[in-house]
């Protein structure tokens, strides 16, 4: 499904990212995993098959500088790059209340400047080169519903929003869509208050649980050109919790 693609994935070393990656190169696509894990990185690189077309690189998102130096890489070592997923992104389970000055900072600038900042390099590389191409954003449930962390919750919420302007700016040569999962069993999860894992569950149709593979799958879907047809549009994946 993705042959032929290279796609950078942020956030790729553990959880959702980890899988996407994974995903992509069974389907064929070359992937340049970016993490700010580097131990992680190479841990993923080691259990990767050598046949797999894996590039890694490690880097802070929240950093405009150290993603201007990734962007100048990308151009001198993978010049056929075409597609981004930003999915980098750190939850703190904290109310509100409770937030630090700087835990408030982190949070945004991980969540929402790291995406501004690698959608910003990347559609000017690519429009500049009127390239075509995909932007996938890993936004949650909780931009759409709220969430018991407030920070969080609007950070992801501010992603829907990025998803549709960049869908008009970058038309027609980049397909802009996001994926907006319930809880997912990562170790994320682990940190959602009680009451609040139960609440999502009372609401859900399907009982099955929301895998990171199973996100995975929308995610290759939407890089691929069987989603020819769709941007700027929001991929819900909550086993029908909330209707609209």
């Given at each position: 499904?993705?042959?032929?693609?290279?796609?950078?994935?942020?956030?790729?070393?553990?959880g959702?990212?980890?899988?996407?990656?994974?995903?992509s190169?069974?389907?064929?696509?070359?992937?340049i995993?970016?993490?700010?894990?580097?131990?992680?990185?190479?841990?993923l690189?080691?259990?990767?098959?050598?046949?797999?077309?894996?590039?890694?690189?490690?880097?802070?998102?929240?950093?405009?500088?150290?993603?201007?130096?990734?962007?100048?890489y990308?151009?001198?070592?993978?010049?056929?790059?075409?597609?981004?997923?930003?999915?980098?992104?750190?939850?703190?389970?904290?109310?509100i209340?409770?937030?630090?000055?700087?835990?408030?900072?982190?949070?945004?600038?991980?969540n929402?400047?790291?995406?501004?900042y690698?959608?910003?390099?990347f559609?000017?590389?690519?429009l500049?080169?009127?390239?075509?191409g995909?932007?996938?954003?890993?936004?949650?449930?909780?931009?759409?519903e709220?969430?018991?962390?407030?920070?969080?919750?609007?950070?992801?919420?501010?992603?829907?929003?990025?998803?549709?302007?960049?869908?008009?700016?970058?038309?027609?040569y980049i397909?802009?869509?996001?994926?907006?999962?319930?809880?997912v069993?990562?170790?994320?999860?682990?940190?959602?208050?009680?009451?609040r894992?139960?609440?999502?569950?009372?609401?859900?149709?399907?009982q099955?649980?929301?895998?990171?593979?199973d996100?995975?799958?929308t995610?290759v879907?939407?890089l691929?050109?069987?989603?020819?047809?769709?941007?700027?549009?929001?991929?819900?994946?909550?086993?029908?919790?909330?209707?609209?």
């Open positions: 499904m993705l042959a032929n693609k290279k796609i950078i994935i942020t956030g790729a070393a553990s959702i990212g980890k899988e996407i990656v994974k995903l190169l069974r389907e064929g696509a070359s992937v995993a970016c993490d700010i894990n580097g131990w992680l990185l190479e841990e690189k080691q259990s990767t098959d050598a046949c797999y077309d894996l590039h890694t690189y490690s880097l802070d998102v929240s950093d405009y500088e150290q993603v201007r130096d990734f962007f100048a990308i151009e001198q070592e993978h010049p056929g790059v075409d597609s981004l997923v930003n999915n980098a992104g750190i939850y703190l389970a904290k109310s209340l409770d937030y630090q000055e700087n835990e408030i900072d982190k949070v945004m600038d991980i929402i400047k790291g995406a501004v690698f959608s910003q390099l559609g000017r590389r690519m500049r080169n009127q390239q075509t995909t932007i996938v954003n890993m936004s949650s449930v909780s931009g759409m709220g969430s018991s962390d407030a920070i969080y919750g609007l950070t992801k919420a501010a992603l829907l929003g990025l998803t549709k302007s960049c869908a008009m700016n970058f038309s027609p397909r802009v869509n996001a994926v907006a999962p319930t809880m069993d990562t170790s994320m999860m682990e940190t959602i208050p009680e009451w894992k139960m609440e999502y569950l009372s609401h859900q149709l399907i099955t649980p929301v895998l990171p593979e996100v995975a799958e995610v879907f939407l691929s050109d069987k989603s020819k047809h769709y941007t700027g549009a929001t991929f819900d994946i909550n086993n029908g919790g909330y209707l609209r």
